[in-house]
Structure formats: structure tokens, C-alpha cells
């Protein structure tokens, strides 16, 4: 279990990173490490040398890291510790040893993922998600009319007012599955679903960290014996080939502009993620076939034996991640915590969640909030669409940018509005309170998206 999702786990970082090209040394690194892995005898030493550098990395780019980046990156830290503890413990890096012993971390680690799709679901349950108009469910269907080339018209009504019910349904129902053992192959498979629909819009990368824990619920026998082995094996190669190849076909698309006339290139290589996965899926069916399992009969991973869970503090995994994932409640961080797409609104002392109330939140961050009155065009959209004019930012977002834009030298003229008042300056970047520094680990930990004054909250990162 632990060989294939060392190799999913690696290829997820290289899909994040061939996506755009835009870090062309990263992505060619990302590369060689995905093929050291799936090329050597052991796999120990290439997975921990690269999950070591996917946390050492994007920790440098913290904050302005994706919602599955951030995942990756706790991930990440945690499995460097603990198989850097095994290999000082046993004084032996080896991928049987940690094989062995990473089917007892195994129920921390799926606990990961049932807290990340719950969560997803739960920032969800909120007035503007379920208004057709502005939900980012709609707007992944017309997604698709934009992305391949065909009218919205030819996507039914019922579909636009009715996907957010269903996304909602998918994603708190399957979470919930997930930690039922008996249930969890119905979980699996809802969740197998919903990615196969995303990743022909470019999100192939979150579906591959998932499937590389997706294939942690399902019995470990399936990738034990020699035929067993070698079919999950070949899945994975077909996988990582159909992968490399997409990579090149985009970059092949780039270089030749061929993604403004046709479809774009990130979003072609979604397709060769799916015949790679459907490849590997099936796979893991014959496997299951050949072990005499029937559907709904797969014994699952009991997500509740905490005590057979070693080591122990692996459990501050999911812990760590529920705290993250809720900061949009504590009135902490709103950007990259598992939010993005959901319409949430938390900021400026308003909530759309049909549960959680902005009363309830404990610190003020969220509600400390400056609105762009006026700001040289090329000044907009700095950092995820901050800031803006007509748009709302957090006063700590406005610190980090001034202190950006002194370090580069910029003078930048701009009038907004703070706590009922007016304010006009000629540069932003010499002025108190504007212009002192943030706390540095304050500025790694918290990053808040551009706010919507008024009106239905909507589609957004």
C-alpha cells in the first residue's frame, strides 16, 4: 500500500506544478523525482528526499499557496517526521519498514482526507452557494461551455439549479461514508466521481493527492502478492506515463499557442489524468475480483481505533487541519483553508452560513476592513485580487502589500475608506500605520481574500 501511495503522493506535486510551466526548474525536478521513485528497487530514500523538499518548498511560498497546497504541505511535514523518526529509531531506511508501519499511521492519514472533503462541504452550507445566480457549482458547469468551445444554452436549467444540492450532498454524504468501514467503497466511489468531473476543468492535481489517499480505505491485501503487486504496478505506470505525456502535450500547446485556438492546455491534460486513474482503478478491480471480494464486502480501515494508531501524535494531523480549516469561524484566515469555491462569506461582521454566525468569531481580523475607493489600475489585482477598486480588504492584507511594494520600491497613490472614515494618500508605502512591518510567521500563517461589499457573494477563490 505504502509503495503506491508514495508514487501518487510524489506525482501529485508535479501535477500542481506542470499545470501552468510557470516554475519550469520546479516542475523539471518535480519530474525527475516522480520517475526516481517509481524507477527504484527502494522507494524509501526517493519518498522522503521528496516529500522533505515539497514541504521545505512550499512552506517558502506560504501563504499564497492553493487549498490543496496547504493540505499537502501538513501532509507533507508530518510524513517527513515520522519517516525520518523511523529511519533514527531503527537505524534503517527501507521501504519494507516503512510499508510495515505505515499501515498503523494509515487511519490518521484517511482521517485527513474525511476532515478535507467535510469541510468542503460544510463552508458550503451557506445562502449564495444555493442561489443558482452566483453558486460556483453553476459556474463549474459553465465552466465547461467556456472551456470547450459550446453554448451555455445546451446545458440544462435543472442542472445549474440544482448541482450545488448535489455537490453539498456528494461531498458531506461521501465524507460520512468514508467512516463507516462496510460503507467506505461507496465513499470512495462518490468521491471518484467528483473528481472524474473535475479534472477536465484542470483539477487533477487535488484528485491525485486524494487518490493517493483514496487508496489507503480500501484492504491492504489488495496490493499484496506477486499478481496483486505487479497489476497495481502497471496501473501506476500507466498512470505516471499518461501523466508525463499530458505534461508535454501542454507545454507542446504553450510553446505553440495552440491552447488560445483550441482548448486550454492545463485543462487538456485533464483528460489524460482520467484514462490514466480509470486505468489504475480497474487495476485494483481485478484485484479485488481475483481475491474473491464482492461489491459493498472490501473490509475497510476503522477511522476510530485511535489507540492502534502509531505513532500516537500522528492524530494531531486531522486535529491540526480542523482548527485550519475552520479559521474562516474564528475570525482568522479566509484564504487557501478549504473555502475556495464555496461563496463563503465570513468577513466585515456578516455571515451567509446557514449555521455558523460571525458572532461567534474570536478575533477581529476579519471585520478590520478597508475599502478601495480609488488605486492605479496596475496596482489592482496585486495578490489574489487585492486590492481592488469597489472591493473590500482586510487591514492586514493592506499591511502586507505596502510593505511588498516598499521593499520593491513603489510609490502607490490610494484613497479608501477605514472605520467610517476617509483617507487619501499620495503613496500608501510612507505613512503610519500603513507602512509598519507585519510580524513574519503572522504573514506565513494568514492570508484573507479580497471581500465583496455588497450583494450576493460571488464565485471566488
Known amino acids: 500500500m505504502f509503495t503506491y501511495f508514495a508514487q501518487l503522493w510524489i506525482l501529485a506535486f ?44 512550499n512552506f517558502a511560498k506560504a501563504p499564497y499557496l492553493a487549498n490543496h497546497a496547504n493540505y499537502y504541505l501538513l501532509v507533507c ?17 527501507s521501504e519494507a519498514r516503512l510499508s510495515q508501519e505505515f499501515l498503523e ?12 472533503y467535510f469541510m468542503a462541504g460544510f463552508h458550503k452550507l451557506n445562502t449564495d452557494f444555493f442561489d443558482p445566480q452566483v453558486s460556483c457549482a453553476s459556474d463549474f458547469f ?33 465524507a460520512l461514508l468514508l467512516l ?18 473535475l479534472a477536465p476543468l484542470s483539477f487533477y492535481d487535488f484528485a491525485s493527492i486524494c487518490y493517493a489517499i483514496l487508496l489507503c480505505f480500501l484492504p491492504p491485501v489488495l496490493y499484496e502478492g506477486e499478481q496483486n503487486r505487479a497489476r497495481v504496478q502497471k496501473g501506476v505506470n500507466v498512470l505516471i506515463g499518461s501523466m508525463i505525456a499530458g505534461a508535454l502535450v501542454a507545454r507542446l500547446m504553450m510553446d505553440h499557442r495552440l491552447d488560445r485556438d483550441f482548448i486550454e ?24 475480483k481475483s481475491e474473491g471480494f464482492r461489491p459493498w464486502t472490501l473490509p475497510g480501515v476503522d477511522l476510530f481505533a485511535w489507540g492502534a494508531i502509531r505513532p500516537r501524535w500522528a492524530l494531531a494531523m486531522p486535529v491540526l487541519l480542523i482548527l485550519f480549516t475552520n479559521t474562516s469561524y474564528l475570525g482568522l484566515r479566509t484564504g487557501g483553508n478549504t473555502s475556495m469555491f464555496s461563496n463563503l462569506r465570513t468577513e466585515g461582521g456578516r455571515s451567509n452560513h446557514l449555521v455558523m454566525r460571525s458572532s461567534w468569531q474570536v478575533f477581529d481580523f476579519q471585520k478590520d476592513l478597508v475599502y478601495v475607493e480609488e488605486i492605479p489600475r496596475r ?11 469597489g472591493m473590500a480588504m482586510t487591514s492586514f492584507e493592506l499591511r502586507r502589500l505596502v510593505e511588498m511594494w516598499r521593499d520593491r520600491g513603489r510609490e502607490v497613490p490610494m484613497t479608501f475608506r477605514y472605520r467610517g472614515e476617509d483617507y487619501e494618500y499620495d503613496d500608501v508605502t510612507a505613512v503610519e500605520p500603513w507602512s509598519q512591518p507585519l510580524p513574519w510567521l503572522a504573514k506565513k500563517l494568514m492570508l484573507f481574500r479580497v471581500v465583496q461589499p455588497s450583494g450576493p457573494n460571488e464565485c471566488r477563490w
Open 142 to 174: 459553465l465552466r465547461y461551455a467556456r472551456e470547450y468551445g459550446f453554448s451555455a444554452s445546451l446545458i440544462p436549467r435543472f442542472l445549474l439549479d440544482w448541482s450545488p444540492h448535489l455537490v453539498v450532498v456528494v461531498e458531506l454524504a461521501g
Open 379 to 389: 496596482y489592482e489585482k496585486y495578490k489574489r485580487g487585492q486590492p481592488e477598486e
Open 180 to 197: 463507516v468501514p462496510r460503507l467506505q467503497l461507496l465513499g470512495v466511489l462518490c468521491f471518484v466521481g467528483l473528481h472524474s468531473y
Open 14 to 57: 508535479f501535477l500542481h506544478h506542470s499545470e501552468d510551466w510557470d516554475r519550469v526548474g520546479v516542475t523539471v525536478v518535480a519530474l525527475l523525482l516522480v520517475l526516481w521513485a517509481n524507477q527504484a528497487r527502494d522507494r524509501a530514500l526517493p519518498f522522503l528526499a521528496s516529500i522533505a523538499f515539497f514541504t521545505v518548498y
Open 105 to 116: 499511521l494509515r487511519p490518521a492519514l484517511c482521517l485527513t482526507l474525511v476532515v478535507v
Open 77 to 93: 511535514a508530518f510524513l517527513t517526521i515520522w519517516a525520518s523518526l523511523s529511519w533514527l529509531r531503527s537505524r534503517e531506511l
Open 265 to 288: 492546455a492545463d485543462v487538456a491534460q485533464g483528460w489524460f489524468f482520467l484514462v490514466g486513474t480509470f486505468y489504475l482503478m480497474n487495476q485494483i478491480r481485478l484485484n479485488a
